[in-house]
């Protein structure tokens, strides 16, 4: 809207209008790729919670993610070089502005694919992240452990039916299954980082398998 007074013109904006435009982009701080045989990681850390959409292209395979209210720096630049030569999933990566306020990641892939993208609230030392998880087309992206624990059969696992008429019979001991989880050493879920500090999903297998199972869990770097 523009107004004159005193022979000069002016401009009146509107106040929803003025915070947009003084609304700080998220700044980009660490991206990281973990390339594995069943699947490859891929995540986008920053200083705020990412916006994002994602799909996919053929002829050939890519897959696109959008995050809004970015804008591109060093950091992200930077993740093309990160793209080992024997992923099985990732050929190469391209960043850009797409628009004023759009940063597009542009994964060039080897094969089709079965893309999980989502975000993760800041734990640890890790801020907001993005994940990028690259699996197979086709394959069964479930957890197989969170399965086993929750007490649904893993895929392609045989089915085990329940009996309760029938219990196994108990030893003279009153032995019961032990559980040893080894947490790993790297990726976002690290599990445990020291004997003394453990990550949330550890924690979770752990009186999940106590309490829906009966089993005795261990955990090698938390006990």
């Avoid at 080897?110 to 893309?115: A, E, F, G, L, N």
Wanted: net charge positive; glycine share 6%; with cysteine.
């Amino acid at each position: 809207m523009v107004r004159q007074a005193a022979g000069l013109f002016f401009t009146l904006t509107p106040i929803s209008a003025a915070l947009g435009k003084t609304a700080k982009p998220v700044q980009f701080v660490a991206a990281r790729i973990w390339p594995a045989l069943s699947y490859t990681r891929v995540t986008i850390e920053a200083s705020a919670v990412l916006r994002f959409q994602h799909f996919l292209l053929d002829n050939p395979n890519r897959l696109v993610v959008d995050i809004q209210n970015a804008s591109i720096n060093t950091v992200l630049q930077g993740i093309s070089k990160k793209v080992l030569a024997d992923d099985p999933f990732i050929r190469s990566i391209r960043v850009g502005q797409n628009t004023p306020n759009t940063v597009r990641i542009v994964i060039d892939l080897k094969q089709s694919v079965h893309p999980q993208v989502f975000v993760l609230a800041p734990v640890g030392g890790f801020k907001h992240r993005l994940v990028i998880d690259l699996y197979p087309y086709g394959v069964d992206v479930n957890d197989p452990m969170m399965a086993l624990l929750n007490g649904s059969p893993t895929s392609g696992a045989p089915h085990l039916s329940r009996t309760t008429s029938n219990p196994p019979p108990s030893s003279s001991r009153g032995r019961r299954p032990v559980v040893v989880i080894d947490p790993g050493h790297g990726g976002e879920d690290s599990g445990a980082v020291s004997r003394a500090v453990c990550k949330r999903k550890t924690l979770c297998c752990l009186s999940r398998a106590k309490s829906k199972n009966g089993w005795k869990p261990w955990a090698t770097l938390c006990t």
